[in-house]
């Protein structure tokens, strides 16, 4: 019986925790830092057998040296010399196995250039291991790409079965809903994902793993082709935007000054 356990990290990081627990091991998801996945292995009598990272960030690749050198895990991740201890560099189309679980590789650059992420359908519910292109009502900010190039990766990740629960790296839910609410004040489904996610947050739970159909129905990000996303984002340039996206680059610059 596999299962996934979030170690916090850093003020709102999540390094998410793959468990075969019937062979007491384990596989870790952009491990920014080592001692709390060190503590968690440890308390759970758990061996680190494998490691997925999805970009270059020092948040998502700072524990891998020392997890090596105590685990001997692989180390599977981009195409990018940047990134110490990879073992096996991945690029778009090709697969690998942790615990049984067949993932494939998805390159979705935008955050950054080298970004991929991993999606299995071998379990009963799609998963989503997105590292910071896609999260619960957001989206990662654009440091290396362009508007284009990340609206044609969540269109990517939007293909996959609606059902995909997806496990983001970022506790940023309430504060991208709150700037989802502003783009769409009168979204019903919105307001009621704030009042549940807020009383996950007061009980000091996670908000994630989210899914795509929830994404569909309340993150600004994913519905750059909704009327009202399209009117909110207009409002907000001041001049008609007539394409994806434009309503995506409106959005998306209007977020990193909200």
């Not at 308390?43 to 685990?71: M, S, V």
């Not at 615990?99 to 999606?119: C, K, M, N, Q, R």
């Not at 290396?144 to 990766?153: D, K, V």
Request: charge should be negative; glycine fraction near 6%.
């Amino acid at each position: 019986m596999l299962k996934i356990h979030p170690i916090p990290a850093f003020s709102d990081n999540y390094i998410w925790t793959l468990i075969d627990a019937s062979e007491e091991r384990a596989c870790v998801v952009d491990p920014g830092d080592a001692t709390p996945v060190i503590d968690y292995l440890t308390a759970n009598n758990l061996a680190l057998t494998d490691i997925l990272i999805t970009h270059h960030h020092p948040d998502h690749t700072g524990g891998i040296a020392e997890l090596t050198q105590r685990y001997s895990p692989a180390v599977y991740g981009p195409m990018n010399e940047r990134i110490q201890g990879i073992t096996q560099r991945l690029q778009e189309g090709q697969r690998i196995e942790v615990f049984g679980l067949d993932f494939s590789v998805i390159e979705v650059p935008g955050h950054t250039l080298d970004h991929i992420a991993y999606f299995s359908d071998s379990n009963t519910t799609p998963i989503l291991f997105c590292g910071d292109t896609l999260f619960a009502a957001g989206c990662g900010r654009l440091f290396e790409g362009t508007p284009e190039t990340m609206l044609a990766s969540l269109e990517k990740l939007a293909a996959l079965p609606a059902a995909t629960q997806v496990y983001c790296t970022h506790e940023y839910t309430l504060a991208n809903l709150r700037f989802a609410s502003a783009v769409e004040p009168d979204n019903q489904d919105l307001l009621v994902r704030v009042q549940t996610e807020q009383a996950k947050r007061n009980a000091d739970k996670p908000t994630l793993p989210s899914n795509l159909t929830l994404e569909f129905a309340t993150n600004p990000f994913m519905r750059c082709a909704t009327p009202s996303i399209k009117a909110a984002a207009e409002q907000y340039a001041g001049h008609a935007v007539d394409t994806k996206v434009e309503v995506f680059a409106a959005v998306r610059r209007w977020k990193d000054n909200f």
